[in-house]
């Protein structure tokens, strides 16, 4: 402030002298003459754009960002980046030794070699289980033969034990003609004797008959069990394809299987090469070197892409109402100034408990400047509307009170007009960059002084400092 006085100073010195000699020029009694005006700075209302603004502290989170990881358990064999270095998708970062997906190979090869002697050994069950069902089927067909042979047998034999029956019936009727013919004297003993005889003899043949046809009903009866019993083994036989069928079935499947986990852990191996899978910049790598054992899913380092942000912003609840999508961001940079600009792109539907505070994200290019991770001093512009602005330097505080210097026509101690320094209460808003806003008490057109404020008074004659430099220079 002292300084600033001195300056002020200073120059009304200066100023004090030009316009003494100009006046010592024209007029020697210029110590009777009225007071002189001093030189000041004048400037010119007009409207301005007025922001309604509120000044935050946000987190920078890159858009685009991966924790790099191994997808395989191995040992750094190269390290090809640098921390520090832009990379593209897919520039090899560093190079494993895997240690154990080779031996997963050798074993998955071992269990298609085994998956493949299963499946010629379920090829041959199916191979025996079918020459099984071709045998029933052999026996089927000569069982069938055996059965109508049988039914054939039994029906001669049930012939000749119809006609036994029949020659019987005969035989008993000539034995009992011969009983009564003997008593009659009609024939001899003989005769009797071989009627007897053929009697007995057709007993016999009945006898026998009845014989051949239980034996011929048996023999059909085992042909038909036996039938049967080829059918069952002929399902059986069927039951063993299928079980055989599907068995190969199986081991096909597990051959495929197998080759696929050839695939899949040969497919581990050619991750052995981690490579990028963004565009950015890596981070740091210098803990790692060659001989360190990497894990799978470790994150060993990253890679950000700082071309596009997510400014994060914690807003109090109380502006919820204020909030919308859309509303322009502004980062403010070291000196002040308003820096990258981005609009509001998400507000979270929640208030956090505890803080009570609502996240709000502003998504934007960055121009290279900024981090991931970066703390940084934002200004959320709720309303633009037109008004005056006047520079903070030229406000002058009395008790609660706020004065600017306003040029106003005004007359002399000789009764001339001339212009002088009129001080003017005014009420102003908040500080924009390094001016004020006026709320009231100034209205576009009208001149406030700029300089040497600190040592005007009330009604105190002034001139242009523009104006006097540009008479002096026509008058040299």
């Known amino acids: 402030m002292l300084k600033r006085i001195a300056y002020h100073k200073r120059d009304f010195a200066i100023g004090a002298v030009m316009i003494l000699l100009v006046g010592c020029g024209e007029n020697k009694q210029a110590a009777q003459a009225p007071p002189q005006a001093i030189p000041v700075a004048f400037e010119q209302l007009s409207n301005s754009t007025l922001i309604d603004s509120s000044d935050f502290v ?13 997808q395989i358990d191995g040992r750094i064999g190269s390290i090809y980046a ?21 031996a997963q190979v050798n074993q998955a090869k071992a269990q298609v070699g085994q998956a493949k002697a299963d499946l010629v050994q379920s090829e041959v069950q199916l191979q025996s289980a079918q020459a099984q069902k071709s045998k029933t089927i052999d026996a089927i067909a000569q069982r069938r033969a055996d059965i109508a042979q049988s039914a054939a047998q039994l029906e001669g034999k049930q012939a000749d034990l119809i006609k036994a029956k029949s020659d019987l019936v005969l035989a008993q009727k000539n034995y009992q003609r011969s009983q009564f013919l003997i008593k009659e ?19 016999s043949s009945v006898d026998s008959a009845l014989k051949n046809k239980d034996a011929a009903q048996a023999s059909l009866q085992a042909s038909k069990e036996a039938l049967n019993s080829a059918y069952s083994d002929q399902k059986i036989a069927d039951k063993q394809i299928q079980a055989a069928q599907a ?12 080759i696929s986990n050839v695939g899949a852990v040969n497919q581990d191996l050619k991750y052995n090469t981690v490579l990028s899978p963004i565009t950015g910049t890596v981070g740091d790598l210098s803990s ?27 807003v109090p609840v109380e502006k919820r109402n204020q909030l919308k999508i859309g509303l322009p961001v502004e980062i403010i940079k070291a000196n ?34 900024l981090k991931d991770s970066q703390y940084v001093k934002t200004r959320i512009i709720w309303n633009k509307t037109t008004g005056i602005l ?10 609660a009170s706020d004065f600017v210097f306003v040029v106003e026509k005004g007359k002399n101690s000789d009764g001339k007009e001339t212009q002088i320094a009129k001080q003017r209460l005014v009420k102003l808003g908040k500080i924009q960059g390094q001016q004020y806003q006026v709320l009231s008490g100034l209205k576009p057109g009208e001149q ?24 002096l220079k026509k008058g040299s």
């Open 58 to 70: 946000g987190t920078l989170e890159a858009v685009t960002k991966v924790a790099l990881a191994s």
């Open 82 to 102: 640098t921390s520090g270095q832009n990379v593209a998708v897919g520039e090899k970062i560093l190079r494993l030794v895997p240690l154990k997906q080779q």
């Open 185 to 203: 004297g009609a024939i001899s003993q003989q005769d009797l004797d071989n009627k007897t005889a053929a009697l007995e003899n057709t007993k």
């Open 247 to 258: 068995n190969i079935e199986n081991k096909k499947q597990a051959i495929d299987a197998s």
């Open 288 to 314: 790692k070197k060659i001989g360190d054992i990497l894990t799978s899913g470790t994150a060993f380092t990253t890679i950000v892409d700082n071309s596009k942000l997510n400014l994060n912003i914690y």
């Open 336 to 369: 002040e100034s308003p820096g990258n600009v981005g609009k509001i792109t998400f507000i979270s539907p929640t208030v956090n408990q505890d803080s009570q505070v609502i996240l709000v994200k502003v998504t934007f290019n960055n121009n290279g400047d």
């Open 390 to 399: 006047i520079p903070t330097s030229v406000v002058s505080n009395i008790g």
């Open 448 to 471: 406030i002084i700029t300089s040497r404020t600190q040592i005007l008074a009330n009604g105190m004659p002034v001139i242009s400092e523009a104006l006097l430099q540009k008479s």
